[in-house]
């Protein structure tokens, strides 16, 4: 057996105790008193586990999460930068009525449930382990700097910068979201959050029913000829998720808006979903229909530095006797705005199991030592020449 996934596996109840303390601390990320708690959390695990870092930079995140980086140096050549993201989509008070659940699936496995354990939180504890493996080995690896975002289910919003400069500095990125079904990640769809906000006349709808232009009526139209723009047999996908307006019943509203998810899979979808929501038009032309495009993520796709980084990651699991796969998925992460600068980068490196963002969400506590070996392995492959070995 390689010596990196035995190490693993003798550290396998050490791993599940720490990610189960982590997913105890409930991070929504629109909590921001719990993402900091959730935020320390992490610090003092990576601490617990690695040492002190050579560097640690928190950047504000303002009215979202902080940022930290963690960078541990290397005792080979390259960057590799990791990222990971700690909120949750769970709302605070989740945990109390869930809890942590062991439990087995129809094929009799073992299984652990608790909100955000898949999404994405046994990767944090997969990745520090990861390096600790590397390191207790005495094996060469690259410098390996940590970066821990608090917004990213919502879009990354103050993290995106941080994450592209950070990344332009590396020569290669590794991304702890949970796997595809033991599949790495290395396409991901585009994702556009449009608000689409309707404004009507206010009139009282008994007695003057004629007077007023109702938003909510205009609404409900763009969102019926928007789902029609939608083209699966293209990669797109159009969902309204939220919608709100009005002031009372026996009012036709002055005012609505709508929240709609888009995924694309080109740029070209991009254009085309944008120019065929502007030509929109309702019934009732008093009502005005505006538009905020706001393109959050662009497609991922596999480009050639990425199709190298596979190929190492790859050769690293083979070592360990696991035969990697790699797949495209419908969602986004921060992967997305890596691969659209032209850094390699790889998706999908955490957990095994599925349910992201459900309540069955779970994972195989089995897997964990394979895939923590598979990380540890690929960063003792990225630590010289990398590029030459994968051409």
Same mark, same amino acid.
């Given at each position: 057996?390689?010596?990196?996934?035995?190490?693993?596996?003798?550290?396998?109840?050490?791993?599940?105790?720490?990610?189960?303390?982590?997913?105890?601390?409930?991070?929504?990320?629109?909590?921001?008193?719990?993402?900091?708690?959730?935020?320390?959390?992490?610090?003092?695990?990576?601490?617990?586990?690695?040492?002190?870092?050579?560097?640690?930079?928190?950047?504000?995140?303002?009215?979202?999460?902080?940022?930290?980086?963690?960078?541990?140096?290397?005792?080979?050549?390259?960057?590799?930068?990791?990222?990971?993201?700690?909120?949750?989509?769970?709302?605070?008070?989740?945990?109390?009525?869930?809890?942590?659940?062991?439990?087995?699936?129809?094929?009799?496995?073992?299984?652990?449930?608790?909100?955000?354990?898949?999404?994405?939180?046994?990767?944090?504890?997969?990745?520090?382990?990861?390096?600790?493996?590397?390191?207790? $080995? =005495? !094996?060469?690896?690259?410098?390996?700097?940590?970066?821990?975002? #608090?917004?990213? %289910?919502?879009?990354?919003? *103050? +993290?995106?910068?941080?994450?592209?400069?950070?990344?332009?500095?590396?020569?290669?990125?590794?991304?702890?979201?949970?796997?595809?079904?033991?599949?790495?990640?290395?396409?991901?769809?585009?994702?556009?959050?449009?608000?689409?906000?309707?404004?009507?006349?206010?009139?009282? $709808? =008994? !007695?003057?029913?004629?007077?007023?232009?109702?938003?909510?009526? #205009?609404?409900? %139209?763009?969102?019926?000829? *928007? +789902?029609?723009?939608?083209?699966?047999?293209?990669?797109?996908?159009?969902?309204?998720?939220?919608?709100?307006?009005?002031?009372?019943?026996?009012?036709?509203?002055?005012?609505?808006?709508?929240?709609?998810?888009?995924?694309?899979?080109?740029?070209?979808?991009?254009?085309?979903?944008?120019?065929?929501?502007?030509?929109?038009?309702?019934?009732?032309?008093?009502?005005?229909?505006?538009?905020?495009?706001?393109?959050?993520?662009?497609?991922?796709?596999?480009?050639?530095?990425?199709?190298?980084?596979?190929?190492?990651?790859?050769?690293?699991?083979?070592?360990?006797?696991?035969?990697?796969?790699?797949?495209?998925?419908?969602?986004?992460?921060?992967?997305?705005?890596?691969?659209?600068?032209?850094?390699?980068?790889?998706?999908?490196?955490?957990?095994?199991?599925?349910?992201?963002?459900?309540?069955?969400?779970?994972?195989?506590?089995?897997?964990?030592?394979?895939?923590?070996?598979?990380?540890?392995?690929?960063?003792?492959?990225?630590?010289?020449?990398?590029?030459?070995?994968?051409?």
């Amino acid at each position: 057996m390689n010596p990196l996934l035995r190490a693993a596996q003798s550290h396998h109840d050490t791993m599940i105790g720490q990610i189960k303390d982590l997913v105890a601390v409930e991070t929504y990320s629109s909590d921001l008193q719990g993402l900091a708690a959730g935020l320390d959390h992490v610090r003092e695990l990576a601490t617990a586990v690695l040492g002190e870092p050579a560097e640690s930079i928190l950047t504000p995140g303002g009215d979202h999460g902080d940022i930290l980086q963690l960078t541990y140096p290397g005792t080979g050549g390259g960057k590799v930068l990791v990222i990971g993201h700690y909120d949750t989509v769970w709302p605070t008070g989740t945990f109390g009525d869930w809890g942590i659940i062991e439990g087995t699936d129809a094929q009799g496995r073992a299984t652990l449930s608790a909100p955000g354990i898949f999404d994405m939180k046994t990767g944090l504890v997969q990745g520090f382990w990861a390096l600790k493996l590397v390191r207790d $080995a =005495g !094996l060469p690896h690259p410098d390996v700097t940590f970066l821990f975002n #608090g917004d990213e %289910e919502i879009g990354s919003l *103050a +993290s995106r910068p941080v994450i592209e400069a950070a990344a332009l500095e590396a020569d290669a990125v590794l991304v702890l979201e949970p796997t595809s079904g033991q599949a790495v990640k290395t396409g991901r769809k585009g994702v556009g959050i449009f608000e689409v906000k309707a404004t009507g006349i206010e009139a009282h $709808a =008994g !007695l003057d029913p004629k007077a007023g232009a109702n938003a909510i009526h #205009g609404l409900a %139209e763009f969102i019926t000829a *928007a +789902s029609q723009v939608a083209d699966l047999d293209k990669g797109t996908s159009i969902s309204t998720g939220l919608v709100s307006g009005g002031s009372a019943s026996n009012v036709a509203a002055g005012t609505a808006t709508a929240v709609i998810d888009i995924r694309v899979e080109s740029q070209a979808e991009m254009a085309r979903v944008d120019a065929a929501l502007d030509a929109i038009t309702v019934s009732d032309e008093r009502v005005c229909i505006e538009i905020d495009h706001y393109w959050n993520r662009p497609p991922m796709d596999m480009t050639e530095p990425g199709q190298r980084l596979f190929d190492v990651v790859s050769a690293a699991a083979i070592e360990l006797g696991h035969a990697l796969e790699n797949t495209s998925v419908g969602g986004g992460s921060d992967a997305n705005f890596v691969s659209a600068l032209g850094v390699p980068v790889l998706c999908g490196m955490g957990a095994v199991g599925d349910g992201a963002h459900a309540r069955h969400e779970f994972i195989y506590p089995d897997e964990i030592p394979l895939f923590t070996a598979i990380t540890a392995n690929s960063l003792v492959k990225l630590a010289n020449g990398w590029m030459a070995i994968a051409a």
